[in-house]
């Protein structure tokens, strides 16, 4: 019986220099666009907004630890916080953050 997708690690390619190189430059760009554009965001809906928010602050810590090279040992920090799920989020931020401009 095999292990289910979130008690094994993520794939090798995201423990690869130019994976963290990617999310470092990912995170970056979105932190400054927002730091540069705060007004993006703050025009949403509340509710939105509060969501939109979480999702952006959880894509740039886990884009930032990944970034700077953070392998967590355990399997399900290491998706919650990895290369895949920070992608996701960031690329989220990015398409709200252009949408709303």
């Not at 927002?34 to 993006?40: I, S, T, Y």
């Not at 290369?83 to 398409?95: E, H, K, N, R, Y």
């Amino acid at each position: 019986m095999s292990r289910p997708w979130y008690a094994s690690r993520p794939p090798a390619w995201c423990r690869t220099r130019p994976a963290h190189l990617a999310s470092l430059l990912l995170s970056a760009m979105v932190a400054i666009w927002m730091l540069l554009g705060p007004d993006a965001i703050a025009s949403m809906q509340t509710g939105p907004r509060y969501l939109m928010l979480l999702v952006a602050l959880w894509g740039l810590g886990a884009g930032f630890t990944h970034g700077v090279g953070l392998v967590p040992r355990h399997a399900p920090r290491a998706w919650l916080l990895g290369a895949p799920l920070s992608w996701c989020l960031l690329l989220i931020t990015l398409v709200t953050l252009a949408s709303s401009q």
